[in-house]
């Protein structure tokens, strides 16, 4: 049943809600390079604002990040071997806007790495507003919802990783206020 499921919401997501605008943005936003001035914006604003904390807080985003990439990668795709939808042989067409990838699917590292990012910066800054959270979670989702509608995971890969990214990064940050309490 969820395997229909996660097919028919793939074809769906693929195939369905194929536009010229997702056809040009959702490539872009999967791309790891198109975050970089992103992750450089955190790792010098950090410091500089919270001074010895922000370095902290830097080093804890990549510890969260570097978790969640190890725990999807070796924890996950090397065991459960879930072939892309790009890859596998399935009985729907499957529109490939990026190349596919040989690795495997299940969990999807871009959903578990991006929901991590998101989720321990929210915790770091949930006291700033709701619009922080819904902004940091707008961003994994999309970054996510490309994956599935550029044919390299099925929906149910996505929302895994976005769930062990989340869990991860709520272990990780109950870890870093202990550390940090001691520290600073």
């Known amino acids: 049943m969820?395997?229909?499921f996660d097919v028919d919401a793939f074809y769906w997501i693929n195939s369905e809600l194929s536009n010229p605008v997702f056809d040009l943005v959702l490539p872009w936003l999967r791309n790891k390079y198109t975050w970089i001035p992103f992750y450089i914006f955190l790792?010098?604003?950090?410091?500089y604002y919270f001074k010895k904390k922000?370095?902290?807080?830097?080093a804890f985003i990549i510890l969260?990040?570097?978790?969640a990439d190890l725990t999807s990668n070796y924890g996950f795709k090397k065991n459960v071997q879930r072939l892309r939808p790009c890859n596998a042989e399935l009985t729907i067409p499957v529109v490939e806007r990026v190349p596919c990838g040989s690795g495997y699917s299940f969990t999807s590292s871009h959903a578990t790495n991006h929901f991590a990012m998101a989720?321990?910066?929210?915790l770091l800054f949930r006291d700033k507003g709701r619009w922080v959270g819904r902004i940091l979670y707008l961003w994994a989702?999309?970054?996510?919802?490309?994956?599935?509608y550029v044919g390299v995971h099925y929906p149910v890969d996505?929302?895994?990783g976005a769930l062990l990214g989340t869990a991860l990064a709520w272990i990780i940050f109950r870890i870093y206020t202990k550390?940090?309490?001691k520290i600073t």
Not at 54 to 58: A, E
Not at 64 to 67: D, E, K, M, V, Y
């Open 179 to 181: 550390a940090v309490e």
């Open 119 to 122: 989720t321990f910066l929210w």
């Open 141 to 148: 989702f999309s970054i996510s919802f490309s994956q599935v």
């Open 2 to 4: 969820l395997s229909n």
């Open 64 to 67: 969260t990040i570097g978790i």
């Open 54 to 58: 922000g370095i902290y807080m830097v």
């Open 43 to 47: 790792i010098v604003a950090l410091p």
């Open 158 to 160: 996505v929302i895994c």
